[in-house]
């Protein structure tokens, strides 16, 4: 139903992927316009509104799929890390 989008940040020119699961999860929640800002730019505006620092994101290599992904956690090495769509994949198979 939803194909990967490449999109372009509006702050710093990136470009992005808008994924499948991303908008499946708009189309769910109601949103009608596409992202505008890449995940950190988004993150980014978020924490200066709401006075925090910026998260700290780590680039780690999923373990499913091997591509690279950001996550906000500092990885131990005894679990296993996915990115957002494997582990989404992951979650909704379990139910």
Known sequence: MYQDETLTCRDCGREFIFSASEQAFFAEKGFQNKPSRCPECRA???AAQNGN????MFTVIC???GRETQVPFQPRGDKPVYCRECFQAMKQAQY
Not at 53 to 56: F, L, S
């Open 53 to 56: 620092a910026p998260r700290q």
């Open 63 to 65: 373990e499913n799929c």
């Open 44 to 46: 980014a505006k978020r």
